[in-house]
């Protein structure tokens, strides 16, 4: 078969799976979010942190459960690395410095899992497992839980209580995260993923040098990276490396995991809102960039413009041989388009355009589908912008979903959006006048260029892939691109809980056939439309002198 | 009396709007433009310019590039200097020239408020005649408060809004409404109040002075068309705030170049990255933005309808629910003879001949109506013929509720059904059973029977059945269709019975009725529908109609009205023609659209100015960013010069389409969104490609460039 045939197939493959599941998950995820009672194991929860299950929380109550979760959860994992060496199952590895554990810390709450250390000799299987791995189902369980508040603004009217954040954030990660990470675990385990407590095990090539190649409990990260689009690897090559992913259909597996959540999501959306065709044009939307991303990427691999690669008939290094170009396309785009950040090739060693439509990707602003709850409130938040000046285009102050939307929703969603370009733009620009950054990066002209715009973007966007060939381990990088985390995350989740509450307050009008539709072509292309243009306007000139100057020569 | 005047007035103000349109609205000529100059040069003033993000970063970048200019001098510097200072000059022209226009309607209206004198009478205590008080003191029109009594006759003008508490009068209002039929006002009732400025033509009243000086109905006016008490409506703050958020992300955008350049290898001249920022940030929209807004309420003063304020404008456009008045607005205000049915034995002609003579000296608009009729379709004679000139009128009584013609001892008679049998049988003759099968079927219909009799030779007979219809005006139903297309659901409020208004309603082809309908039947309907979430709008003119045009989102009232109602709603139509409100409905639409096609068309037109000016920055260390430069532009300087020129240019270009509005016609929202879209965004992206290349032949010309 050749390997266009085999991308191809997965391609299908990927995609039948999750048509398969999208009703079902997505419906299940909405009785999950609209259930009256609790589980038992949920009101055991409930009474240990002394919460009011039944409690019904305005915009900055519910606001106010995220970020102090958020804040005791940095300092908590900032902690834990700190202390390390005291800790139980630290394999000797000692306290984790203080640059490292800041940034971590942000990263891991924050769902981007940018990782500015390497897994094997800096963190020990406790903080992996009692730190890390909370905070991937926690941070996921967040982005969900913001999600549906958002979805409650647009459903209710006259009010101003969006639902209780610690129902939403506890049922996510119980009724959802947990029985599939548990499940998806054991799937991988049989494929061949590593779960081990030791430290590693020694091994003596063929040259006769012995070295020790390291372990870890991965398989029971492996999923909840993937399902909570969080993307931290237990090992430094992420799902490159064997013991995370060692063959094709574990690499297809774990694609789907991070897309599934996304995705079924537009389903959940559709069945609170009442319409479920409003889900499937938030979907296609998604699907769409998606695609064009994936084929603009798989063909710049298949058709690269260096001499070397020429020679070799496709851009090959830096790619895994287990799943050459288009399975390692397909994860790439798949990944950047989740905010996931796991990789399972090195995004550096793409071609010119190939790499800039990875950026291009993650600058979209992780609508495509986006990350857990992320993408849908992204979406959503690009589409009360398309629908403001669509809505005007038709004569009438614009709604969408019965909700007008006026001065407070356009500021709330202006913020949301504002964000992360700023600081994009502010970082990268920033970051490329010290001239300790000349010496982070490996390479110069254009490529460096492009290293120093993806760190920004990939943590601005709560992504965390790394396009490497950059050390991000001095004050600056370390302390800069923790902030851009931290802001990227939490504006928007504040701006969008304020759209939210507004939202709400309002009464909802009736649809008439004055009503600019919100399922159709014609708003899927509005929409699709409205994220591009955004990206392109804002990084156009940015990326010319990255990966546009790399890709026309 | 005032309703028959009041009747006649009606049509003719709908047929004046059409006639004077073509005048008013004045089609936009170019020297307009040179007239608003000083206006437009005032408002360079940053005082001013800080009230719009967009030309305020637009202003700060020409200020910073003629700085520049000053201190190297060079062709380029100089020529994007000046052609900066020309893109803040055209915004602040195409503002200037939306004012121009309502100033010029301003200045006709200030001339109606020349300085005049007023009899004012203080009120004494316990004395409630006023007439009696002989003793007035004359003072200037502007020192009158509210709650004085002035007295005016004939030939005076009103000094002040007010209220008739004592007398009758016809006024010419001609100065306000450009109608030059009087009107009759008098104290009570709905037609009491006066407008300051308007001139007493016959008697003498008293008016009470219900507005300070300086806040009159036509100070307010003035006001309102000069723009001067203009206020950002909501929408237009909205839009602002996301015109603001795409300013900031280019301002950051830029300023992230030049760090990324120098990086590079070629920090670039600030002139070049103020040049790209100002392409960028929407300049054009955010420069008509303000003068569409005014254009908006222009075009409805021109259509002689004064809103309180541009929400209420904007609030139109919107509205979900439209509350009509069956009579005047969907029907014609009388009804008329629509049909003419013969007992058995009795021929139509004859029954027309009978109903005629019967109407002959009938002065009511039934009466003509049915002459009307029988001159149409039986061709008899309009005018009577001597004998029948001769004739005795007997008119209409409460009594008899008949009315005819006496020709010697012919006696012809028509009236209501039971009137006209009592005669018959008086007369010795007898009705025959089928009359009252025709008349309740005519009744059925929603409309109204009268029954046609004579004596002649001494025998009394019924002829026939005369039937009176509401008759709905032409074009109504087609209206109502292109509303609904639009999701405008329309509800006709009525007196008549239930019946009756069934039958209306179907023929006019509107959606729902209210009948028997009383004021508090009308607001709890104005309330069940805003529960719903509609956003209803109605027209009014009587003082129990206050409540209701005051909980209605867009209440139109009648100019004919009272000053209570003028103050509950939120617009005033001078020609008093309630059709008008679906007018302003597509007025607001209208402004909204032209917001959204112009944003849609700014912003789309980024594209080809990326395409002309990053090549021309950055071609020079990447040769390859070169292949970007699709428009062949010739040098760096020309194509940066080319993109600023176009983007100053497309404001003036695009000023007679802000003060026009874009086209509107009644359509789904999906056609409607298909159509601009096609326009604005897509012609938004190719018209800059082709501009900013013919601007580039012309550029390149230029020695230095």
């Known amino acids: ?553 | 009396m005032s309703t028959t005047v009041q009747e006649t007035h009606r049509p003719t103000g709908a047929e004046k709007r059409t006639a004077r349109s073509g005048v008013a609205a004045g089609a936009f000529s170019p020297r307009q433009l040179l007239s608003s100059l000083p206006d437009a040069l005032r408002k360079l003033d940053p005082r001013h310019q800080v009230h719009n993000p967009v030309m305020f970063v637009v202003w700060i970048g020409s200020v910073l590039v003629t700085v520049l200019a000053v201190a190297r001098p060079g062709v380029f510097a100089i020529l994007v200097a000046a052609w900066l200072w020309f893109t803040v000059l055209f915004a602040n022209l195409a503002e200037a020239v939306a004012e121009g226009r309502g100033k010029a309607q301003a200045e006709s209206l200030r001339r109606t408020r020349k300085e005049t004198v007023a009899r004012c009478l203080r009120p004494v205590s316990g004395d409630a005649n006023y007439s009696s008080q002989r003793h007035s003191r004359v003072i200037p029109s502007a020192e009158l408060r509210v709650g004085d009594l002035v007295v005016v006759e004939a030939g005076e003008v009103i000094p002040g809004d007010g209220e008739i508490v004592e007398g009758i009068a016809t006024v010419d209002e001609s100065a306000i409404t450009g109608e030059s039929a009087p009107v009759i006002r008098e104290s009570g009732g709905d037609f009491s109040a006066v407008t300051g400025g308007t001139t007493v033509l016959s008697d003498r009243i008293v008016v009470e002075i219900t507005s300070k000086p300086g806040e009159s109905f036509v100070d307010r006016m003035i006001a309102l068309v000069e723009g001067a008490q203009r206020q950002k409506t909501p929408n237009e703050v909205a839009l602002t705030i996301l015109l603001a958020t795409l300013t900031i992300i280019f301002v950051l955008t830029v300023a992230a170049l030049q760090p990324m350049a120098a990086y590079s290898g070629d920090p670039q001249d600030v002139i070049v990255l103020v040049a790209l920022l100002v392409c960028l940030i929407p300049t054009t929209i955010g420069a008509l933005l303000s003068a569409i807004g005014i254009a908006g309420m222009d075009r409805l003063v021109q259509r002689n309808v004064l809103a309180t304020s541009g929400r209420a404008v904007e609030a139109a456009g919107d509205v979900s629910t439209l509350l009509l008045d069956k009579t005047g607005t969907i029907t014609f205000g009388n009804r008329k003879a629509t049909d003419l049915i013969a007992v058995q034995g009795v021929t139509v002609l004859e029954l027309a001949t009978a109903a005629r003579l019967s109407s002959l000296a009938d002065g009511t608009p039934e009466g003509r109506s049915i002459i009307e009729l029988s001159v149409a379709e039986h061709h008899l004679p309009a005018q009577p013929d001597d004998v029948e000139r001769s004739a005795e009128f007997v008119p209409f009584t409460a009594q008899t509720r008949m009315s005819g013609i006496d020709v010697g001892a012919d006696q012809v008679r028509k009236g209501a059904a039971s009137a006209v049998a009592a005669w018959v049988r008086q007369h010795g003759g007898t009705v025959p059973p089928e009359v009252e099968g025709i008349t309740r079927e005519i009744s059925e219909d929603g409309a109204t029977p009268l029954v046609c009799a004579e004596v002649s030779g001494g025998q009394a007979r019924v002829l026939g059945v005369i039937r009176l219809s509401d008759v709905v005006k032409p074009g109504m139903i087609e209206r109502f269709g292109e509303l609904r297309a639009m999701g405008i659901r329309t509800v006709m409020i009525t007196g008549d019975n239930p019946l009756t208004a069934r039958a209306i309603a179907a023929q006019a082809g509107v959606d729902d009725f209210l009948a028997e309908a009383t004021p508090e039947d009308k607001i709890a309907l104005i309330r069940r529908e805003q529960e719903g979430g509609q956003l209803v709008a109605m027209t009014g003119d009587g003082t129990n109609d206050a409540p209701a045009l005051a909980q209605a989102d867009v209440g139109m009232t009648m100019n004919s009205g009272t000053a209570a109602a003028k103050e509950a709603g939120n617009m005033v139509d001078l020609d008093s023609n309630p059709t008008k409100l679906i007018d302003v409905v597509e007025i607001g639409k209208q402004l909204l659209i032209t917001r959204g096609a112009l944003t849609t068309f700014s912003i789309a037109n980024d594209l080809a100015k990326y395409f002309a000016i990053l090549p021309a920055m950055f071609a020079g260390i990447y040769p390859q960013l070169g292949k970007l430069n699709v428009m062949r532009l010739a040098t760096p300087e020309s194509a940066i010069l080319s993109a600023v020129v176009f983007n100053a240019l497309i404001i003036v270009a695009l000023i007679p389409l802000a003060l026009r509005g874009v086209r509107y016609r009644p359509s789904s929202a999906v056609s409607l969104l298909r159509r601009n879209l096609l326009i604005y965004g897509v012609g938004g992206i190719v018209t800059p490609f082709v501009g900013i290349y013919l601007i580039d032949l012309l550029v390149r010309l230029i020695p230095g460039i």
């Open chain 1, 1 to 553: 078969m050749s390997d266009t045939a085999a991308g191809l197939l997965q391609v299908g493959l990927l995609l039948a799976l999750l048509a398969v599941v999208y009703v079902q998950f997505g419906d299940y995820m909405f009785r999950v979010y609209t259930d009256k009672r609790h589980l038992r194991a949920e009101q055991v929860i409930y009474r240990l942190v002394r919460v009011d299950p039944d409690a019904d929380q305005r915009w900055t109550t519910y606001a106010a459960g995220v970020l102090g979760l958020s804040a005791v959860s940095i300092v908590l994992l900032y902690l834990l690395q700190r202390l390390q060496s005291l800790l139980p199952l630290s394999l000797g590895r000692g306290n984790v410095e203080p640059g490292i554990a800041f940034n971590t810390a942000v990263s891991f709450v924050t769902n981007t899992n940018w990782q500015s250390y390497v897994p094997e000799t800096v963190m020990g299987h406790f903080v992996q497992m009692a730190g890390l791995t909370v905070q991937n189902f926690l941070s996921a369980a967040v982005g969900m839980a913001v999600a549906v508040a958002l979805i409650r603004g647009f459903v209710r009217s006259r009010t101003d209580r969006l639902g209780n954040f610690w129902v939403d954030l506890t049922r996510g990660v119980v009724r959802i995260l947990l029985p599939i990470s548990v499940l998806g675990a054991i799937v991988l385990i049989t494929g061949g993923v590593a779960m081990s407590l030791r430290a590693g095990v020694a091994v003596t090539g063929l040259d006769g040098n012995s070295s020790t190649v390291a372990l870890a409990p991965a398989a029971s990260q492996e999923v909840i990276k993937e399902l909570g689009t969080n993307g931290g690897g237990i090992f430094n090559a992420n799902s490159a490396h064997p013991f995370e992913n060692p063959a094709s259909w574990t690499n297809l597996l774990e694609i789907f995991l991070l897309l599934v959540i996304p995705v079924s999501l537009t389903r959940t959306f559709g069945r609170m809102v009442g319409n479920v065709k409003q889900g499937y044009a938030l979907v296609t939307v998604m699907g769409l960039l998606w695609a064009v991303m994936l084929s603009t990427a798989w063909w710049a691999e298949t058709h690269p413009n260096g001499p070397v690669t020429l020679t070799a008939g496709a851009a090959l290094e830096g790619k895994e041989g287990r799943f050459g170009i288009p399975a390692s396309t397909l994860f790439a785009i798949s990944t950047t388009g989740t905010s996931t950040g796991a990789v399972n090739s090195m995004h550096d060693s793409f071609t010119g355009l190939g790499g800039g439509i990875a950026m291009l990707h993650i600058l979209l602003g992780e609508v495509s589908p986006g990350g857990t709850g992320t993408g849908l409130y992204s979406l959503l938040v690009f589409a009360v912008i398309a629908v403001f000046l669509a809505g005007l285009m038709v004569g009438r102050t614009p709604e969408y979903l019965g909700k007008k939307l006026g001065r407070r929703e356009v500021t709330a969603a202006s913020i949301s959006i504002l964000t992360m370009p700023t600081l994009v733009l502010l970082g990268a620009g920033a970051a490329l006048v010290p001239p300790s950054t000349m010496n982070a990066l490996n390479n110069s002209g254009a490529h460096g260029l492009s290293e120093v715009l993806y760190a920004y973007a990939s943590t601005s966007n709560n992504n965390g892939s790394a396009f490497s060939g950059i050390t991000v381990t001095n004050g600056w990088f370390q302390s800069t691109l923790g902030i851009a985390m931290a802001l990227g995350r939490f504006v928007p989740i504040l701006a969008v809980l304020c759209l939210a509450g507004s939202l709400a307050r309002q009464k909802t009008v009736p649809v008439t056939a004055g009503t600019l539709p919100t399922t159709g072509g014609l708003f899927v292309a509005m929409v699709a439309g409205t994220v591009l243009l955004v990206a392109a306007l804002t990084f156009v000139p940015a990326m010319a002198l990255g990966p546009f100057a790399e890709a026309l020569v």
